[in-house]
């Protein structure tokens, strides 16, 4: 099992992740999407494509563009295709 959690809250949790360059990918269905706002940023990875973001808010406060997920990955990174990842604090547990 693997967890998120940011602000003392797990915000995600599943037996179903996806480690690409070290971080956890969770299905889209695993996690609370109440803490999620939808963010106007993005990025592009040279091998996944347009990756855009979610900002957290956990107890009313706000994590920045803290999760990110790719849309329409590329055909090498289909995998991740209705995952999402994190960072910026966000703690990642196995268990």
Not at 19 to 31: C, K, L, R
Request: proline share 5%; with cysteine; aromatic share 12%.
């Amino acid at each position: 099992m693997v967890r998120a959690l940011w602000n003392g809250v797990e915000i995600a949790r599943s037996e179903n992740t996806i480690v690409v360059e070290g971080n956890h990918y969770f299905p889209d269905a695993d996690v609370d999407h109440a803490f999620l706002l939808p963010s106007d940023h993005h990025t592009r990875c040279p091998w996944k494509g347009l990756a855009s973001y979610y900002t957290l808010d956990v107890n009313e406060v706000l994590n920045e563009d803290a999760a990110w997920y790719y849309p329409e990955p590329s055909e090498e990174a289909m995998m991740i295709k209705d995952h999402i990842a994190f960072w910026k604090g966000v703690e990642i547990h196995e268990d």
